[in-house]
């Protein structure tokens, strides 16, 4: 069969699935299972696809159409002009969340070494992403998951910042706690470096894209967000803020006086998320919009 006809019956066939977007996940998965990019496509539709390829088309296909994303089928993302490896064991980084790294850039501006922690890394999309755009930053990524901070750190091995970005297995930021019982250190924090609990101190930022889902909005999320995303990437209780309340509290912890916190938050919680914030210890709260106008980032300083 040729290119062109094997992306038309797939085409199809996604449709029927009731796939969205069909024609660019049908290309995305034949392009990446010809190992080829678009270009190519475009200028070889007459190329008969090997047995092999034909075979690894059809299989790939009728995983897309039980409505696994092809993320997770290509194994690939791209955020903030980076490829990103990811695997079912965290979150697809989203577009939207690259405000939150626009915003954390745009406050660290003028800032010397900054000190800054992501929290509930995931991919280690937004550290990473920072420890890029900012060589001199000291970076910390942490997240509850062993399985998530897997693929972060290969990751950061990928793109060449390892060296630069310390990953820790933790709860929210726990680590600020003294003598917290369930922290785990990793072999990044090595006891000639001090503590973890030391450590855990004066950043300048701490940053975030916490789960935030309500378990009682579960069936207004997309099916396939439902159905193939950790569920503790996406949902936090009840009422969606099980991970973002410890986390505005062990912030204030972590952060030195004039630090920032700046967390990305679900479309209808801005009230909620600024009603955490004690005017008698955050300032100069900021509400940033994504393109759609929602308000989708909340940033706070440390009085
Ligand atoms: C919404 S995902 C964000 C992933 C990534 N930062 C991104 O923006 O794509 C939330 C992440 O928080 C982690 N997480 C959930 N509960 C946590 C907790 N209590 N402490 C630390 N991390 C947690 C999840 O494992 C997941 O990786």
């Not at 088309?57 to 993320?71: D, I, K």
């Not at 954390?104 to 000190?115: F, Y």
């Not at 914030?277 to 759609?292: F, G, K, N």
Request: net charge negative.
């Amino acid at each position: 069969m040729q290119l062109k006809q094997a992306l038309a019956s797939a085409v199809e066939r996604l449709d029927a699935a009731d796939v969205g977007s069909p024609r660019m996940n049908a290309e995305v998965l034949l392009l990446f299972v010809i190992g080829a990019d678009r270009a190519y496509l475009y200028a070889h539709p007459e190329r008969e696809l090997t047995s092999e390829e034909a075979a690894r088309y059809e299989e790939v296909l009728a995983q897309r159409a039980t409505g696994m994303p092809s993320q997770y089928i290509t194994g690939h993302q791209e955020f903030w002009g980076l490829d990103f490896v990811v695997s079912p064991a965290v979150l697809i980084p989203r577009p939207e969340t690259e405000h939150l790294v626009e915003a954390v850039l745009e406050l660290a501006r003028g800032v010397q070494r900054p000190k800054l922690v992501d929290v509930g890394t995931g991919s280690g999309c937004i550290a990473l992403a920072l420890a890029h755009e900012l060589p001199d930053a000291e970076v910390y990524a942490v997240d509850l998951s062993a399985e998530a901070l897997e693929i972060a750190r290969a990751n950061a091995a990928r793109l060449q910042l390892d060296k630069r970005v310390r990953f820790l297995q933790c709860n929210v930021l726990d680590p600020v706690w003294e003598k917290t019982p369930d922290v785990i250190p990793s072999e990044d924090f090595s006891p000639s470096r001090g503590t973890c609990c030391s450590e855990f101190r004066d950043f300048d930022f701490v940053v975030s894209n916490p789960p935030y889902v309500a378990f009682s909005e579960a069936d207004k999320v997309q099916k396939s967000v439902r159905e193939f995303e950790p569920t503790m990437a996406v949902f936090a209780g009840l009422h969606g803020i099980d991970v973002i309340v410890p986390l505005v509290e062990q912030a204030h912890l972590a952060l030195k006086p004039g630090g920032w916190l700046a967390l990305e938050m679900g479309y209808s919680m801005r009230e909620e998320v600024v009603n955490l914030l004690s005017p008698t210890m955050w300032e100069d709260i900021r509400v940033v919009p994504d393109l759609q106008g929602i308000p989708r980032v909340v940033a706070a300083r440390k009085q």
